[in-house]
């Protein structure tokens, strides 16, 4: 292998290092997304071991563990339940105090 050729892949390693990572920085939720794509794909039963094993590693951590934070929306584990229509959080009015009167 030529020096032309080491540089040149050493130069792709770098910069397709840096765009995943300023994707990941910058677009974390379509880059988990693709992520966890990327990883079924792989981890379909018809694929080798390796590339089994490849498609677990791949993983985002929230699907690993199983997490609700695993990009596929609420009850997409199904251990928590059915969505209630309830307000989350009360609105609780605002009071603003009138300034003192002022006598001359």
Same mark, same amino acid.
């Given at each position: 292998?030529?020096?032309? !050729?080491?540089? +040149?892949? =050493? ?5 397709? +290092?840096?765009?995943? =990572? ?9 880059? *988990? %997304? ?5 990883? *079924? %794909? %792989? ?7 390796? =590339? *089994?094993?490849?498609? *677990? !590693? %791949? ?12 990009? =596929? ?8 339940? +059915?969505?209630?229509? +309830? ?18």
């Amino acid at each position: 292998m030529s020096t032309q !050729w080491l540089q +040149t892949l =050493l130069v792709a390693v770098i910069v397709s +290092t840096s765009a995943v =990572l300023a994707m990941r920085h910058v677009a974390p939720g379509p880059f *988990r %997304l693709c992520q966890s794509s990327i990883a *079924r %794909l %792989l981890g379909q039963s018809r694929r080798s071991a390796v =590339l *089994r094993a490849f498609g *677990r !590693w %791949l993983q985002p951590l929230e699907a690993r563990q199983g997490g609700c934070g695993s990009g =596929l929306g609420c009850s997409s584990c199904g251990g928590c339940g +059915t969505s209630s229509a +309830t307000k989350a959080v009360e609105s609780i009015p605002l009071k603003v105090p009138s300034p003192p009167l002022q006598r001359h």
